[in-house]
């Protein structure tokens, strides 16, 4: 199964049917503020809703393409990220992450998609990785903008959140800037 070693205390590993009932635990402690950002966690009610979504997700590992992973704090699950489909003709892919709301400000997250971005640029040779989040999420946005990325615009009104759209920015990292910040 796949294992990436981030720090001493965090890691990243594929989930298995087993951590359905975990990964539903830490997404319902954690309800009202994943909520704000994320638009399919009020659909999530039961645990066995998991079991299918990760089912897509180890298949979209085994069709190399990109992969959804648990991050790991200390041995404990404390969110998820990993890459949206990955754009082989294009070399390019997006991040998607989310962090439990105990565990947010340690900078976990950071170290979870600096390891990605190296992964992205040195396992699947991309030249482009995108991030996007809400205009408003600033917790969100201060992952890319402590990385380096570049912001490119905002795309009004791109995503419809419960009750009512929101804008959502574009932030982006060539491999050849990664390399040159790993310098």
Avoid at 16 to 35: F, H
Avoid at 126 to 146: D, M, Q, W
Avoid at 165 to 171: A, E, N
Wanted: charged fraction near 25%; proline fraction near 3%; glycine fraction near 8%.
């Amino acid at each position: 199964m796949f294992m990436l070693k981030v720090t001493d205390q965090i890691s990243l590993k594929l989930l298995g049917q087993r951590d359905a009932n975990e990964l539903y635990d830490l997404v319902d402690d954690s309800r009202g503020n994943l909520r704000q950002w994320l638009p399919w966690v009020d659909s999530m009610i039961e645990p066995e809703q998991y079991g299918p979504i990760i089912s897509a997700w180890l298949e979209q590992f085994a069709a190399e393409d990109g992969f959804q992973a648990g991050i790991l704090f200390n041995g404990n699950l404390a969110g998820m990220a990993g890459f949206h489909s990955v754009s082989q003709a294009n070399k390019q892919t997006s991040i998607g992450y989310w962090l439990a709301e105990p565990y947010q400000g340690n900078g976990i997250m950071t170290e979870v998609v600096r390891s990605l971005l190296d992964y992205a640029f040195d396992e699947y040779e991309l030249h482009r990785v995108e991030i996007r989040c809400g205009t408003g999420n600033e917790k969100s946005r201060a992952i890319p903008e402590r990385l380096g990325f570049i912001e490119e615009g905002v795309l009004r009104d791109a995503e419809f959140l419960y009750d009512h759209y929101h804008d959502i920015i574009v932030y982006s990292m060539l491999n050849e800037d990664w390399k040159k910040s790993r310098e």
